[in-house]
C-alpha cells in the first residue's frame, strides 16, 4: 500500500507560480511509477505527468508543457509539480498518483492522494 498526500494547492492570479508538493509513504517507493492528474470543473481529468525512480516517465500534454515541472526527491519520498505561468483554465483539483506500472492510462493507476485545490484567478 501507498499513501499520497498533496499540499500546496490555493489561489494565485494567472502569471504567478504554485509548487505542489506530494509526500508518499509505504514499501518499496523505489518501485512506482508517480505522477499528477489535474480534474478541471465539467472537464476529463488529464494525465500532465509521471517520473520514476530515475527518471521521466509519461510526458506533459501540450496543456502545460514548458509550465509545468515534475520532479521527484528521493530523500524524502515527495514528488513536486512545479506549475509557472498558470492560466485560469489551470485551474482543477490536482491529485497525486502512483503505480508500479508505467501507464498513461489514468485509469490504471492505483493509488490516489485526495486531491489539491488550485485556483487561479484573472
Known amino acids: 500500500q501507498v499513501q499520497l498526500v498533496e499540499s500546496g494547492g490555493g489561489l494565485v492570479q494567472a502569471g504567478g507560480s504554485l509548487r505542489l508538493s506530494c509526500a508518499a509513504s509505504g514499501r518499496a517507493l523505489n518501485t512506482y511509477w508517480m505522477g499528477w492528474v489535474r480534474q478541471a470543473p465539467r472537464k476529463e481529468r488529464e494525465l500532465l505527468g509521471t517520473?520514476?525512480?530515475?527518471?521521466?516517465?509519461?510526458g506533459y500534454p501540450d496543456s502545460v508543457l514548458g509550465r509545468f515541472t515534475i520532479s521527484r526527491d528521493r530523500d524524502t519520498n515527495t514528488v513536486h509539480l512545479q506549475m509557472n505561468s498558470l492560466k485560469p483554465e489551470d485551474t482543477a483539483v490536482y491529485y497525486c498518483?502512483?503505480?508500479?506500472?508505467?501507464?498513461?492510462?489514468?485509469?490504471?493507476?492505483?493509488?490516489w492522494g485526495r486531491g489539491t485545490q488550485v485556483t487561479v484567478s484573472s
Open positions: 517520473i520514476g525512480w530515475s527518471g521521466p516517465g509519461v
Open positions: 498518483v502512483a503505480d508500479v506500472n508505467f501507464s498513461r492510462n489514468i485509469n490504471e493507476y492505483e493509488f
